[in-house]
């Protein structure tokens, strides 16, 4: 009995090593040659970046049509929809604003009402929110333990209406411990409002710190209705409920400053003050209210993210997902044109190839006879150049947990430059999946280019990252069409396209039947997003 059961071992073990060894064999140069090639790489492209597609802008027209094509392909090669379907919608908001503004400072009981453009303009990230609340100064709006330093202290602007600076102390001063003259986080004024909002601020007015500034006009966000020449469908999109850090925020001008501090000379000693040596100067202005509403107007478009799903086939590794993506919009058309003159974005590298490339990868996946131990989803985002939002979203609304995501591999401008050259960013960050890649480069024989990465926030793979998933992202390079309307097809080298698409395809197979996870650095929260 012990004999034959260390035999019926020992042959479960070379049927289990042969099996994976079947699987693992799937994933060789002459498969990925045979299914991925630079024909099926140039169909999709010369399809994405068609002049019918207008530039896939988001939201837009094309963009659904470009999204139905993806769908369909996934469906025609029997990839599956996630629980019942190949899209993950999500909205989107364009703000105007609207007629009905109000700032007014409350002194002595008698209120004071300001005029919009000309003494206040709300900023685009505002909330709509009315406000009426007693008013503190608190410096730079500035909370940063990091440097000791906290515009907060002393004061409780807890339901109250802060009014700060704009930048950072010091700005000029090489010896400043906010990194000299180099500007930190804490010079964003979004950054300015989390920090309010985390003393318990109900509303923010910035001004222009008479030290740094010329000028102390009211600018704010350049509103269609304030403006005579900004078009009104130039207003910024943005993920609707976006942030919960967000209470209504404007810039004032000279005259709030003169009501509020009594002179600008008395707002620019207290500059002064802080300048010199970080000395303190918030306090509470007793006895002044302001009342303050931005009357932003939100148009809502639904936009979508598309998916497919192969299911792993191990019990236990099956419920852990590999994750191959790329961006499938562009920036759309110019609206304004001469007759006969080139006007489309048809953005055929930046990301056609990359959607290309993703989908050369899933093909690839379906026609394998035994599917991999892990899960893969393959995922085209849209929203990409208008600030990341579908990769934002998916990554708060993830269909699968993060947590059991066990990689992203997301391919963007993937189809230019030196033919044999290709970076891969983040490779720092994930050194496992990188030396993954290493050793499958020896089927395509890349020149791969490893260096601190310029592009952290620059495509889809960065929330991702945010939320510490290891990753990399595959791309060839920047190139004098990038953004522009001469980004074509016929630019397009697609035996080098299909070649990172077999790279990736040879890195997704050999991560999908690994059962180890992958380490990652973290990321420094200084690190920039830089659409």
């Not at 260390?6 to 990925?32: H, K, P, Y």
């Not at 600018?219 to 269609?224: F, K, L």
């Not at 009357?295 to 019990?315: A, F």
Request: hydrophobic letters at 35%.
């Amino acid at each position: 009995m012990k004999k034959l059961a260390g035999r019926g071992i020992f042959v479960l073990v070379i049927f289990c090593l042969a099996i994976a060894g079947e699987s693992q064999a799937q994933f060789t140069s002459g498969n990925g040659k045979k299914l991925i090639t630079p024909e099926f790489l140039s169909t999709q492209i010369n399809y994405l970046a068609s002049d019918s597609m207008k530039g896939r802008n988001t939201p837009s027209p094309q963009l659904d049509s470009a999204a139905a094509y993806i769908a369909g392909k996934f469906r025609e090669w029997g990839i599956q929809p996630w629980n019942g379907s190949y899209f993950q919608e999500f909205p989107i908001c364009q703000d105007q604003l609207g007629d009905t503004n109000e700032l007014t400072v409350i002194m002595n009981g008698a209120g004071f009402q300001l005029s919009i453009k000309s003494d206040y303009v709300p900023y685009d990230f505002s909330s709509a929110a009315k406000v009426t609340a007693p008013v503190v100064f608190a410096g730079y709006g500035i909370t940063a333990p990091e440097y000791n330093y906290d515009d907060y202290k002393g004061i409780d602007a807890k339901g109250k209406i802060v009014v700060i600076f704009r930048n950072e102390p010091q700005k000029d001063d090489s010896t400043s411990v906010f990194m000299g003259r180099e500007e930190t986080k804490y010079v964003s004024l979004k950054e300015k409002m989390k920090i309010a909002v985390k003393h318990g601020a109900a509303g923010m007015l910035v001004v222009n710190g008479p030290l740094q500034y010329s000028s102390l006009k009211a600018r704010g966000s350049p509103w269609a209705s304030l403006s005579k020449i900004i078009p009104k469908d130039a207003a910024p999109l943005h993920l609707c409920g976006d942030s919960d850090d967000q209470i209504p925020a404007m810039h004032i001008g000279e005259e709030v400053v003169k009501l509020l501090f009594g002179s600008v000379d008395s707002l620019k000693r207290l500059e002064e003050r802080i300048d010199k040596d970080l000395s303190l100067a918030s306090f509470e202005l007793k006895g002044v209210k302001v009342s303050m509403h931005a009357n932003i107007l939100s148009t809502v478009y639904k936009v979508r993210n598309v998916v497919g799903y192969i299911p792993g086939s191990d019990p236990v590794y099956g419920k852990q997902l590999v994750i191959v993506g790329a961006h499938y919009d562009h920036v759309g058309f110019k609206k304004e044109h001469k007759t006969g003159e080139d006007y489309i974005f048809n953005g055929a590298d930046d990301n056609a190839s990359g959607t290309s490339g993703v989908l050369s990868v899933a093909y690839a996946f379906s026609r394998l006879k035994e599917k991999p131990k892990r899960s893969m989803m393959f995922i085209l985002f849209a929203g990409e150049e208008k600030g990341l939002f579908g990769s934002r979203y998916y990554t708060t609304h993830p269909l699968h947990p993060l947590a059991s995501t066990v990689a992203m591999l997301n391919l963007d401008m993937i189809s230019r430059n030196d033919p044999d050259s290709l970076y891969l960013e983040g490779a720092r960050q994930s050194p496992d999946i990188t030396n993954i890649i290493r050793q499958e480069n020896k089927k395509t024989k890349f020149k791969l280019v490893v260096k601190d990465s310029e592009y952290l926030g620059g495509s889809d793979h960065y929330y991702f990252y945010k939320h510490n998933v290891p990753f990399i992202f595959f791309f060839t390079g920047l190139h004098k069409d990038y953004h522009q309307v001469s980004d074509n097809p016929d630019k397009s080298d697609c035996g080098k396209a299909a070649r990172v698409s077999r790279l990736v395809f040879y890195t997704a197979g050999k991560i999908s039947n690994e059962t180890i996870r992958y380490s990652i650095t973290p990321l420094d929260s200084d690190a920039p997003l830089s659409e």
